[in-house]
């Protein structure tokens, strides 16, 4: 009996040792890697280029930085483009007899060429120096050089003028001018220049020369 109980034994314990095998075993279907991790595509995207705002587009190509704005003119041409209107009195100094006064009106438009400014236009004067009193309407035009702040120019013009003096002397002609000045300006509100001219009426005793200091004030 107890043989038998010792055999049986033994073979229970044999069974359960093969139970414990058998489920320990590796059964060969553990995954191994996958090989579906993606690596490296060799594509390392390049740096944005100074110089530029934005990245590269899809197209590959930049967003290029937009021009910079054109320098603002001088205060010259600022102010002597476009139209232009003035009051201008001076100091008239006839070619004879004594000294007097003008007082001129003058209204244009000046157009930027470049290099110079154009500006053609009207002007009406009074001249009263000596015996003689002149009335003069011009066809104008004036040539400006801007410089920045500093503005030389020349003007010349013809038109129309009447004459009167003593002993009921009156006359009508040819009127012509010619001249040159500048201008600067200390800021954008304020310059101060003079404008001289030779005026004269054909065929008449009126001629002389025209001292006109010119004064811009802004607000």
């Known amino acids: ?10 073979l229970g314990v044999l069974i359960a040792a ?16 996958t090989g579906s991790s993606p ?23 930049p967003y290029a930085q937009p021009p910079p704005p054109p320098p603002e003119p001088g205060l010259v041409r600022q102010n002597a483009v476009g139209p232009r209107f003035a009051i201008i009195p001076g100091v008239f100094i006839p070619s004879s007899g004594s000294a007097g006064f003008s007082l001129g009106l003058e209204g244009g438009y000046g157009f930027d ?16 120096g000596g015996d003689f009193t002149a009335y003069t309407g011009l066809a104008i ?9 500093f503005g030389p120019f020349v003007e010349g013009g013809v038109g129309y003028g009447h004459v009167t003096g003593p002993l009921d002397y009156s006359s009508g002609n040819l009127a012509w001018r010619a001249g040159a000045g500048f201008i600067f300006f200390f800021s954008p509100r304020f310059a101060i ?14 001629k002389g020369w025209t001292f006109a200091p ?6």
């Open 1 to 10: 009996m107890n043989t038998t109980l010792a055999r049986s034994t033994v």
């Open 18 to 33: 093969t139970g414990v095998l058998a489920q320990g075993a590796p059964t060969g279907s553990t995954p191994g890697p």
């Open 39 to 61: 690596g490296p595509t060799g594509e390392t995207p390049a740096p944005t280029p100074s110089g530029y705002s934005q990245a590269p587009s899809a197209y590959g190509e």
């Open 113 to 128: 060429l470049g290099p110079v400014i154009v500006t053609p236009g009207l002007a009406f004067q009074g001249n009263w």
């Open 141 to 149: 035009a004036r040539v400006t050089l801007p410089l920045g702040p």
């Open 193 to 206: 220049g003079i404008d001289v001219r030779y005026d004269a009426i054909v065929d008449t005793p009126f």
């Open 214 to 219: 010119l004064i811009l004030l802004s607000f």
